[in-house]
């Protein structure tokens, strides 16, 4: 598996197969590991509000599904009662309602911390809603089918397209609160960076918000910046998928961009953001939701 800090300038026929497909052993072996974590996954019930929620839904890689470890001496902020998930995986998908702690239910079970959590307790304390996360992100997924998952919405030939997963959980989850959705949150392009040339990149994250919106209407879609030290130390070719996200409020209306703060990666080894990190994209992300819907 290729080192995510990797600054080597290839084209994208070989980037491709440096930072494409796992070798098939592998892939079958993750895929096995994931059908485990999927059977096993349960989360901590919660008995659903009577008063209508706020619906917000996450997307995206590894960042949105939450790979934040705490720094040492850290005790995380206690789960906000008031704010709920709808699991994206697991034995009570589609049945029931659990408490919104991290890690959520994303499309398999994650071990960290993202954003999300921070998000939904400040909209929950501004607004007195209650609100229901919808977890749909997968690690290490791109737009550019990647051992078996695309984010592509009419990429019909990967085991598992994830835009069309993400809008079943959604619509699971409108139809059990029968309200509308409040916001959608995106942190993705990593994968995508040695991948991906900007231009196709930004088509595909252009056609994903479209189609999102003719479904549920001109929500607020709030993009999360790549972690800054990942841009100056991994592939080069990232800084044109850094861009495409800065330029997204420009080409749609109602799409906000927030910066993702720096030096607070998991480790010298560990692209990932930290929880702290999280937690600031979570409060960030609110502030900008507020900005959009004021």
């Known amino acids: ?55 917000v839904a996450i997307l995206g890689q590894s960042n949105a599904a939450g790979a934040g470890i705490e720094e040492p001496g850290v005790s995380p902020p206690p789960p906000n009662p008031r704010v709920h998930q709808w699991p994206g995986c697991g ?42 996360l919808v977890p749909t992100a997968r690690g290490d997924t791109s737009f550019y089918p990647k051992n078996g998952y695309s984010w592509n919405p009419e990429n019909t030939s990967v085991r598992v397209n994830l835009f069309r997963y993400a809008v079943a959980q959604i619509d699971s989850a409108l139809k059990f609160t029968g309200e509308p959705l409040s916001a959608i949150l995106w942190h993705q392009g990593e994968s995508d960076g040695p991948l991906t040339p900007p231009e196709e990149y930004q088509a595909q994250l252009d056609l994903l918000i479209a189609s999102l919106r003719v479904r549920y209407g001109p929500v607020p879609f709030i993009v999360g910046a790549l972690n800054p030290e990942l841009i100056r130390r991994g592939s080069p070719k990232l ?26 990666s998991n480790g010298a080894h560990d692209p990932h953001l930290n929880a702290g990190a999280g937690r600031i994209i979570g409060a960030r992300m609110f502030e900008k939701f507020q900005e959009m819907t004021d």
Request: glycine residues 8%.
């Open 1 to 55: 598996m290729p080192s995510p800090f990797d600054p080597v300038l290839r084209s994208y026929e070989e980037d491709r197969k440096v930072h494409g497909d796992f070798p098939l052993k592998l892939q079958l072996l993750q895929r096995a590991k994931t059908t485990v974590k999927k059977l096993i996954a349960t989360g901590v019930p919660a008995e659903p509000f009577d008063q209508p929620y706020q619906v």
């Open 91 to 132: 034995r009570y998908r589609g049945r029931r309602v659990l408490q919104a702690r991290d890690p959520l239910l994303h499309e398999v079970p994650t071990s960290g911390v993202g954003f999300a959590t921070e998000f939904g307790s400040r909209l929950a304390e501004a607004t007195g809603d209650p609100v229901l």
């Open 239 to 264: 800084v044109g998928i850094d861009a495409v996200h800065r330029d997204s409020p420009n080409r749609h209306p109602n799409v906000g961009f927030v910066e993702s703060p720096d030096g607070m």
